[in-house]
């Protein structure tokens, strides 16, 4: 079954501030919470199906990636999704609602006690592509050093906090019990503390080691372009959700061919006597050469155009075109004879110019280009 737009799933649009996507998830959540709701199963997978919409949206790495692939996003598999739990989900509660559930102050906790999970830090690598890569789309294996649980190493809970990671303290007032909940000074948070480990191990119980990712790379990525792997970054000391891998793209300059967003530029230097009389030429594209015709008394600053012969676009509208601009090569040493023909040649009326209205100035060809 295919998933619900997660606009539309907290009822907001896409130009939605934070804030507001940030008032549009607690309203829903509230209205979904299954301490509100129990035995309710739609409304326990409508409350995750919420929950998974604000762990997009309210990232804005994560949001940016959904707006441009939707639900598959490249390099990852898609967004969490159904990896989430209920941990998970109650994880997020600290930032939305100052504590492990929104209920806790008026039912004095009824939900019941819930460890909220930390995350392990995201990892940020630089990625250079060249641009027949990003042409194509590639995928690329890559090495990364990333902080795992060493073996070896054992937990037990934290007798402070009894497991949970939260410390929750009440207060009676006039309006009944009044329930606040903060991470645990004792484990940080984490709910565990370290039993046993080797010699060499920290006290986080993570060592350093080196995995090798593959990553599918899409075709029409750009610069300065971040992509995220969920997971595979950092673990969390203690346990608790692995950190994101988040990939950021550089662009290899290429000797022949520019990039101008999805289009192509390539400058074609021709002799005069081409210009003159016309000729055939091949020049480099994506995939290999292309052969275009110039025509006889073609200009110095004409732009040619092969349709469709760009980048794709990311999103999957169509290509972008190659534009070859055409600079005529005016010599800079010439022998005597070739001044003495060149001098036969200057009063003939062919080699006055007469630019009619199809001889566009410069700036008249970059309107005409750029609309």
Known sequence: MS????????????????????????????????DKNQGNKEAEEKFKEAAEAYE?????????????????RPGAGGFRGQEMNMEDIFSQFGDIFGGGSPFDSFFGGGGGTRTRQRKGSNLRIKLKLSLVEIANGVEKKIKVNRLVRAEGVTFKNCTACGGTGQVRKVVNTMLGQMVSTTACSTCNGAGQLIDKRPSGVDSSGLISKEDVLSVKIPAGVSEGMQLSMSGKGNEA????????????????????????????????????????????????????????????????????????????????????????????W?????????????????????????????????????KEYFG
């Open 56 to 72: 997009v949206l309210s990232d804005s790495e994560k949001r940016a990636q959904y707006d441009r692939f939707g639900h598959q």
């Open 330 to 366: 005016t010599p800079k040493k010439l022998t005597s004879e070739e001044k003495a023909k060149l001098e036969a040649l200057r009063t003939s009326p062919n080699f006055q110019p007469h630019p009619d209205s199809t001889d566009k100035g410069f700036f008249d060809r970059m």
């Open 237 to 328: 000391p203690g346990g608790g959700i692995p950190g994101d891998l988040l990939i950021l793209i550089e662009e290899t300059e290429d000797k022949e061919l520019k990039r101008n967003g999805n289009d192509l530029i390539y400058d074609l230097h021709i002799s005069f006597i081409d210009a003159a009389l016309g000729t055939s030429v091949d020049v480099p594209s994506i995939g290999g050469k292309a052969r275009i015709k110039v025509e006889p008394g073609t200009q110095s600053g004409k732009i040619l155009r092969l349709r469709g012969k760009g980048l794709k676009d990311l999103n999957g509208y169509g290509a972008g075109d190659q534009l070859i601009y055409i600079n005529v």
């Open 3 to 34: 998933k619900r737009d997660y606009y539309e799933i907290l009822g907001v649009t896409k130009s939605a501030t934070p804030e507001e996507i940030k008032k549009a998830y607690r309203k829903v959540a509230i209205q979904f919470h299954p």
